[in-house]
């Protein structure tokens, strides 16, 4: 056998079968069970670059022509750390939390057979892609179809508490006495995983989704500037200026999660554009991984968890999900520039260890590197975390605290789009972020409550519709109040988040009454002097002096 037997061959070849990489690799001549030399060659001239994940991406001769004139055959031994083992779900049309259950094995998809399947193993299964849980859906009553290629498990038997279905009991791979007529299908429940990110620096480098709980990269067939866009803005910056085909900013490894991936230039995020299917790529290896360039700076919400308001775990909001960030060069300024993006003067103190309790979420940043200039962590210097890069490796997801100190502006609210100051699109302020409101469930007790916050007496507001512009950061859903809160945020609404709403749902209101008295003088020795200030929108702020007189 002329193979270049190395390396990059041998883990090719554990990679296939779901292990992580090679640790031995070498040959010996083998006897047949007769006793004569092994004579059954089936691929000879067999050679590797590194980035395949199966072996019959390699440059090989053709398969069954082979004159092996050593007689030699190969053998690897894999690491005992098995691969991580992806899972999608598919046929579920645009709805990603439901679908026919596959799972990446030995480089090839497959699917999972529903005898003995239940609600414990949608449960660990739906946990496993990042959703908080599931029901199954037997074939002959699901509208995901049948699949194809192999079965891979069949009567998957899980208590619920396994973090992968793979822990659970089943049958060895790909035995099992099942059809397609019988693959199962799962609906899950709870948060949309799905996140991206660009290897590189923060503003240029390898597109990569973060799907099934795993990064995986993008390939560059058919992509265009408009995609660039979507997944610039996704990342928190105004555009993109262009994008690199071949794996320009380098090759990656594990998962090519998309293919011929088709947007109109307007979607909210990647995974709403048309493509083949989640790991559906065709003949595309990591050679052919996209890159985007992106324009501006990144806008980059932050929040502290674990602790009070003051205090706890940051993370940061990248990519469409939230994430940590990597210990690796923090210091007291990134932690002041965080707490001044949050509202307080500065920060106390900081750690670099799980204080705060260790995060579910990914790692999402490292090396961040910010100095006194700077207000926003997204104008810092940064990288997207990449635990194969081999400056990030001994990274690990315990997570950044911080203690903030100083007064903490309030949660604000302001109008803006509009040349009266008494309607417009509402907007919040929050991780140090202005955000819209979605108009779900959205009515006139709402809209009254922000008025009263904007300081007009007794006022009754009223919610305003159809309003078409584009909205690029929404913190609130699902708002209801009862018309009496002093502050929108004391109304009950589904959480702090970026919420996706289409681009049509922004809430605007309409103020009505007195507006409350607005200017104070401030500092002066007199009531007659004094540094002017203005309430507005339940705080007092300072006036810029250009242009007055």
Same mark, same amino acid.
Request: glycine residues 12%; negative net charge.
């Given at each position: 056998?002329?193979?270049?037997?190395?390396?990059?061959?041998? &883990?090719? /070849?554990?990679?296939?079968?779901?292990?992580?990489?090679?640790?031995?690799?070498?040959?010996?001549?083998?006897?047949?069970?007769?006793?004569?030399?092994?004579?059954?060659?089936?691929?000879?001239?067999?050679?590797?670059?590194?980035?395949?994940?199966?072996?019959?991406?390699?440059? &090989?001769?053709?398969?069954?022509?082979? /004159?092996?004139?050593?007689?030699?055959?190969? *053998?690897?031994?894999?690491?005992?750390?098995?691969?991580?083992?992806?899972?999608? !779900?598919?046929?579920?049309?645009?709805?990603?939390?439901?679908?026919?259950?596959?799972? @990446?094995?030995?480089?090839?998809?497959?699917?999972?057979?529903?005898?003995?399947?239940?609600?414990?193993?949608?449960?660990?299964?739906?946990?496993?892609?990042?959703?908080?849980?599931?029901?199954?859906?037997?074939?002959?009553?699901?509208?995901?179809?049948?699949?194809?290629?192999?079965?891979?498990?069949?009567?998957?038997?899980?208590?619920?508490?396994?973090?992968?279905?793979?822990?659970?009991?089943?049958?060895?791979?790909?035995?099992?006495?099942?059809?397609?007529?019988?693959?199962?299908?799962?609906?899950?429940?709870?948060?949309?995983?799905?996140? /991206?990110?660009?290897?590189?620096?923060?503003?240029?480098?390898?597109?990569?989704?973060?799907?099934?709980?795993?990064?995986?990269?993008?390939?560059?067939?058919?992509?265009?500037?408009?995609?660039?866009?979507?997944?610039?803005?996704?990342?928190?910056?105004?555009?993109?200026?262009?994008?690199?085909?071949?794996?320009?900013?380098?090759?990656?490894?594990?998962?090519?999660?998309?293919?011929?991936?088709?947007?109109?230039?307007?979607?909210?995020?990647?995974?709403?554009?048309?493509?083949?299917?989640?790991?559906?790529?065709?003949?595309? !290896?990591?050679?052919?991984?996209?890159?985007?360039?992106?324009?501006?700076?990144?806008?980059?919400?932050?929040?502290?968890?674990?602790?009070?308001?003051?205090?706890?775990?940051?993370?940061?909001?990248?990519?469409?999900?939230?994430?940590?960030?990597?210990?690796?060069?923090?210091?007291?300024?990134?932690?002041?520039?965080?707490?001044?993006? !949050?509202?307080?003067?500065?920060?106390?103190?900081?750690?670099?260890?799980?204080?705060?309790?260790?995060?579910?979420?990914?790692?999402?940043?490292?090396?961040?590197?910010?100095?006194?200039?700077?207000?926003?962590?997204?104008?810092?210097?940064?990288?997207?975390?990449?635990? @194969?890069?081999?400056?990030?490796?001994?990274?690990?997801?315990?997570?950044?605290?911080?203690?903030?100190?100083?007064?903490?502006?309030?949660?604000?609210?302001?109008?803006?789009?509009?040349?009266?100051?008494? &309607?417009?699109?509402?907007?919040?302020?929050?991780?140090?972020? *202005?955000?819209?409101?979605?108009?779900?469930?959205?009515? &006139?007790?709402?809209?009254?409550? /922000?008025?009263?916050?904007?300081?007009?007496?007794?006022?009754?507001?009223?919610?305003?519709?159809?309003?078409?512009?584009?909205?690029?950061?929404?913190?609130?859903?699902?708002?209801?109040?009862?018309?009496?809160?002093?502050?929108?945020?004391?109304?009950?609404?589904?959480? *702090?988040?970026?919420?996706?709403?289409?681009?049509?749902?922004?809430?605007?209101?309409?103020?009505?009454?007195?507006?409350?008295?607005?200017?104070?003088?401030?500092?002066?020795?007199?009531?007659?002097?004094?540094?002017?200030?203005?309430?507005?929108?339940?705080?007092?702020?300072?006036?810029?002096?250009?242009?007055?007189?």
């Amino acid at each position: 056998m002329e193979t270049s037997w190395d390396t990059h061959l041998a &883990n090719t /070849v554990c990679l296939q079968l779901a292990f992580t990489n090679a640790t031995m690799f070498g040959f010996m001549q083998l006897i047949s069970s007769s006793g004569h030399e092994s004579e059954s060659f089936l691929i000879d001239t067999v050679r590797c670059s590194g980035y395949e994940t199966k072996l019959g991406q390699c440059v &090989n001769s053709s398969w069954d022509h082979n /004159v092996c004139s050593d007689k030699l055959d190969y *053998w690897v031994a894999c690491a005992s750390e098995a691969a991580p083992v992806a899972l999608r !779900l598919m046929g579920g049309g645009s709805t990603h939390s439901e679908g026919r259950l596959e799972i @990446f094995f030995g480089g090839v998809w497959g699917t999972v057979c529903d005898d003995m399947f239940n609600l414990n193993s949608s449960t660990v299964a739906c946990k496993q892609l990042g959703y908080t849980g599931g029901k199954y859906i037997r074939n002959q009553y699901s509208p995901f179809g049948a699949g194809s290629g192999p079965v891979w498990m069949d009567n998957v038997r899980c208590n619920g508490t396994e973090s992968t279905l793979t822990s659970c009991r089943h049958l060895d791979w790909g035995v099992s006495d099942c059809s397609h007529d019988e693959d199962v299908g799962v609906v899950c429940t709870g948060k949309d995983p799905i996140g /991206v990110r660009i290897v590189g620096t923060i503003g240029q480098g390898r597109v990569e989704i973060y799907y099934s709980r795993h990064w995986g990269s993008v390939c560059d067939s058919n992509w265009t500037l408009s995609n660039s866009h979507v997944v610039c803005r996704q990342l928190g910056f105004d555009r993109a200026s262009g994008y690199r085909s071949n794996a320009a900013f380098g090759h990656g490894s594990g998962h090519i999660w998309m293919n011929n991936v088709q947007c109109q230039g307007d979607e909210l995020s990647l995974q709403e554009c048309q493509f083949d299917g989640w790991g559906v790529i065709g003949t595309c !290896l990591h050679a052919q991984d996209v890159g985007v360039v992106c324009e501006g700076e990144a806008l980059l919400p932050v929040r502290l968890v674990g602790g009070s308001y003051n205090s706890g775990r940051v993370e940061v909001f990248y990519g469409g999900m939230w994430g940590t960030i990597c210990s690796d060069g923090w210091d007291i300024q990134n932690a002041h520039v965080v707490c001044q993006q !949050l509202g307080f003067t500065n920060a106390s103190a900081y750690s670099r260890n799980a204080h705060y309790k260790q995060s579910a979420g990914p790692i999402l940043l490292t090396n961040v590197l910010c100095n006194s200039l700077h207000d926003q962590l997204g104008n810092c210097h940064m990288y997207a975390y990449d635990k @194969f890069a081999s400056n990030q490796r001994g990274c690990h997801s315990n997570g950044i605290g911080v203690v903030c100190s100083g007064n903490v502006a309030k949660t604000t609210v302001r109008l803006v789009g509009s040349r009266s100051m008494r &309607n417009g699109r509402v907007e919040v302020f929050y991780a140090g972020v *202005w955000g819209t409101i979605c108009k779900a469930l959205w009515n &006139n007790d709402d809209a009254t409550v /922000v008025c009263r916050q904007l300081g007009f007496s007794g006022g009754s507001g009223y919610a305003v519709r159809d309003q078409h512009e584009e909205i690029e950061t929404a913190w609130m859903k699902d708002v209801y109040c009862n018309g009496s809160e002093s502050q929108i945020q004391d109304c009950s609404f589904s959480g *702090w988040r970026t919420s996706k709403c289409n681009h049509s749902n922004a809430v605007h209101v309409a103020c009505n009454g007195t507006v409350s008295k607005q200017v104070r003088l401030v500092g002066g020795k007199h009531p007659n002097e004094g540094r002017v200030e203005v309430y507005y929108s339940g705080m007092w702020g300072t006036v810029c002096d250009d242009g007055w007189t």
